[in-house]
């Protein structure tokens, strides 16, 4: 198997939104491509193609989350970089449907998406729909949708599995994949960036502090038994992972 980091452009952030503190960072959106010997799987979609010209869809997130996206970065581009068309996809799995996580799905139109069902219903709450947390438009495009509760294990065999880490969002999960040079953990928005582990602090925006601070805890004890954890949105561990991939 390979895992393949996609950057599919960046946003900068309001520190103050995130960890308390002043100042802005610039975090990586990440998507992955994981080639399994029965089919392509991807992990998060990044942004919609249109946050490169406007930031119409994302309303007022845009106030604390500033969008730096290019033509030439959106999800298609990045994975035809490695020789993949979007058909070639069979699965898309989301960590959670924020618009920097979920938003380039209609890049995608037929893979399966493979959700957490508490995430797809929060992601049609109507009161969270209004509020901007969520736009539908960005993953209930008419995919074949696969609801899951709780831990699964995408292809049967172990080697890549959805684990449920509540708390960013009611249905947030991340990923582990096995590969050959060991297990390796996508923790998505469960753990922004490695300093907000080693501080133990997570984004007072989240939907419950206390699930988010367990999730947390879950992969750290994953970490100490071995397991490499990759973070959401960390940009010098990102940019220290060869773009080839890891096997
Ligand atoms: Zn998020």
């Given at each position: 198997m390979r895992l393949i980091p996609l950057e599919i452009g960046r946003v900068e952030g309001d520190l103050r939104a995130i960890t308390g503190e002043d100042g802005w960072v610039t975090l990586p959106v990440a998507g992955w491509l994981i080639e399994h010997r029965h089919g392509l799987a991807l992990f998060d979609t990044g942004m919609h193609a249109d946050l490169q010209h406007t930031t119409a869809r994302i309303g007022r997130n845009a106030e604390v989350f500033k969008p730096d996206f290019k033509p030439g970065e959106e999800l298609t581009a990045q994975l035809s970089r490695h020789g993949i068309h979007p058909g070639d996809v069979a699965h898309v799995i989301l960590s959670h449907l924020h618009f920097d996580h979920a938003g380039g799905t209609c890049e995608i139109p037929d893979a399966r998406l493979v959700v957490q069902r508490a995430e797809w219903e929060a992601g049609h709450n109507q009161q969270l729909v209004d509020a901007g947390v969520?736009?539908?438009d960005d993953y209930d495009l008419g995919h074949d949708v696969q609801l899951i509760d709780g831990t699964h294990d995408l292809m049967g065999d172990g080697s890549i599995v959805c684990i449920p880490t509540p708390g960013h969002t009611p249905g947030h999960q991340s990923l582990r994949v096995e590969l050959d040079s060991g297990p390796v953990v996508l923790a998505a928005d469960c753990i922004y960036f490695q300093r907000m582990l080693d501080t133990m602090t997570v984004p007072r925006?989240?939907?419950d502090l206390d699930q988010q601070f367990d999730s947390m805890h879950r992969l750290a004890a994953m970490q100490t038994d071995g397991c490499r954890l990759i973070f959401g949105h960390d940009l010098e561990q990102f940019r220290e992972i060869p773009i080839a991939g890891l096997i």
């Open positions: 969520y736009t539908p925006f989240g939907t």
